[in-house]
């Protein structure tokens, strides 16, 4: 059973946009936390950007803000990650996340994507 699917991973130039999908279900889109991590060769899986349920609350990480916009989008049950001045850096398989919490705290099943390979390079 497919829980998120993800979409949009393409190699793009630098200065580039991308946006990036991930479609689940009705019962998890509507009571979860939305968020997008990352993971580069060689470096632990960070968190990119996260949206609380009610959109009221979003978070991203330091060297994406500005240039990366998280967005949630209930008539399809899909979350996007809109990356826009894109730099060599980013490059990554960027991986959705589904998950319940409490602060920091994930409650709960947490459910992931596949990934989706960003490459970003001349």
């Known amino acids: 059973q497919v829980q998120l699917v993800e979409s949009g991973g393409d190699l793009v130039q630098p200065g580039g946009s991308l946006r990036l999908s991930c479609t689940t279900s009705?019962?998890?889109?509507?009571?979860?936390?939305m968020g997008w991590y990352r993971q580069a060769p060689g470096k632990e899986r960070e968190l990119v950007a996260d949206m609380s349920t009610d959109r009221s609350v979003a978070k991203y990480s330091d060297s994406v803000k500005g240039r990366f916009a998280i967005s949630r989008n209930y008539a399809k049950n899909t979350v996007y990650l809109q990356m826009n001045n894109l730099k060599p850096e980013d490059t990554a398989v960027y991986y959705c996340?589904?998950?319940?919490?409490?602060?920091?705290?994930?409650?709960?099943?947490?459910?992931w994507g596949q990934g989706t390979q960003v490459t970003v390079s001349s």
């Open positions: 009705e019962s998890i889109f509507s009571t979860m936390t």
């Open positions: 996340n589904a998950r319940r919490v409490l602060g920091s705290l994930t409650l709960g099943q947490e459910y």
